[in-house]
């Protein structure tokens, strides 16, 4: 057997840079904030969760906020927060998004407050979070901002019939503000995981035939890591990505390339 060969790496330097992460208290959201805390960014965690004690004592470059985004006014007081203490915001990642399990079924038996809710959250928060930033940044004529978007933006199954809806106009809505704030410094993206190893799918994997068979499913082999995802949002939020803005990142071990009328991949023994 041949010795195993070497991989590139990238390393990225964010130094300075005032990045806000919806969500981002776990699974990718979270692995997108510590990637940007890695990289020397000062992070502020937008999110329903409170953080633990050990969390908020652990790292003073990232700052811990209360938000709904479902809320205009949480919305609001998190940019504020950042503006007054910070003068800029350089990256919006909007991530925090929900699929409760009351969600998976057909739409004629989703329960009106729960779809109203996922588009609450899933929908209007990525678009109040861009409405906050947009202005400074375009006083700044320069940031960048990702809608954490999904595989099933681009091709969906039974009974998710709200979440993958909501998730393609995810994609949409970067490539619209992409176009519409390009000559102002300001690059817009989305990123579209596979399946990714984050509490949110943990709680369904047993409906979708257990890790092994669900990570059969992408031609890789596996499903992913959320810090997978976090290496593709820094890249895409770094000068190295600079002609970059208004299109999607399939992150998702090359599902979306793989038809579902093609001769699956055997079981690993």
Not at 95 to 115: F, G, L, M, T
Not at 134 to 147: C, F, R, S, T
Not at 206 to 217: F, K, P, S, T, Y
Request: hydrophobic letters at 40%; proline letters at 6%.
């Amino acid at each position: 057997m041949s010795a195993k060969r070497p991989s590139g790496n990238v390393t990225f330097d964010n130094r300075d840079r005032i990045v806000i992460v919806t969500g981002g208290s776990m699974g990718i959201g979270k692995a997108i904030a510590d990637a940007f805390v890695q990289s020397n960014a000062h992070v502020y965690v937008a999110d329903v969760k409170s953080p633990s004690n050990e969390e908020l004592s652990d790292n003073p470059d990232v700052t811990y906020m209360h938000c709904d985004t479902a809320s205009a006014a949480d919305c609001k007081a998190v940019v504020k927060k950042v503006i007054d203490e910070q003068g800029a915001v350089d990256v919006l990642v909007n991530n925090a998004a929900i699929q409760p399990p009351a969600s998976y079924h057909p739409i004629d038996r989703v329960p009106p407050e729960v779809w109203q809710r996922m588009i609450d959250v899933n929908l209007c928060g990525y678009m109040r979070m861009a409405a906050e930033v947009l202005p400074y940044m375009q006083q700044q004529q320069a940031g960048v901002i990702i809608n954490l978007a999904s595989g099933q933006a681009h091709r969906t199954a039974r009974e998710v019939g709200v979440y993958g809806p909501i998730k393609s106009a995810n994609v949409m809505q970067a490539r619209q503000w992409g176009i519409e704030y390009a000559r102002d410094g300001i690059r817009v993206l989305s990123v579209s995981p596979g399946a990714i190893n984050t509490p949110m799918i943990q709680a369904s994997v047993a409906e979708q035939g257990g890790v092994a068979a669900l990570g059969n499913r992408h031609p890789i082999g596996r499903i992913g890591e959320p810090c997978e995802v976090a290496s593709a949002v820094l890249w895409l939020t770094s000068d190295a990505a600079s002609f970059v803005t208004a299109t999607d990142l399939e992150v998702d071990g090359g599902l979306g390339a793989f038809g579902s009328f093609a001769e699956p991949y055997p079981m690993p023994r």
